[in-house]
Nanobody
Framework: QVQLVESGGGLVQPGGSLRLPCAAS????????MGWYRQGPGKQRELVAK???????NHADSMKGRFTISRDNAKNTVYLQMNSLKPEATAFYYC???????????WGQGTQVAVSS
């Protein structure tokens, strides 16, 4: 079955950086649009960024220039590089996969990011 496993979360100081990998298995990785979403305390889940199989990206406006999504199709892994982190980035970050022809939608369990001094 499809599995998405996020890692790389943790506590970081404001202004710091983190890189979140999401390893996918049980799927034809190239057939999926991959995305990162986040859900902060008391907030709704929101899109951070997504990337097509060919590498076209879409980043949320508030995160453009600081967050970058990428994928390695050979490693079945999607990454989220987060720079210049602010306290409001504190959230659970979830990996998402959507199969392009069927719309099948899968979620990882999430990884927690806390930005605090």
């Amino acid at each position: 079955q499809v599995q998405l496993v996020e890692s790389g979360g943790g506590l970081v100081q404001p202004g710091g950086s983190l890189r979140l990998p999401c390893a996918a298995s049980g799927m034809i990785f190239r057939a999926y649009v991959m995305g990162w979403y986040r859900q902060g305390p008391g907030k709704q889940r929101e899109l951070v960024a997504k990337i097509s199989s060919g590498g076209s990206t879409n980043h949320a406006d508030s995160m453009k220039g600081r967050f970058t999504i990428s994928r390695d199709n050979a490693k079945n892994t999607v990454y989220l590089q987060m720079n210049s982190l602010k306290p409001e980035a504190t959230a659970f970050y979830y990996c998402n996969a959507v199969e392009t022809s069927t719309g099948w939608n899968y979620w990882g369990q999430g990884t927690q990011v806390a930005v605090s001094s």
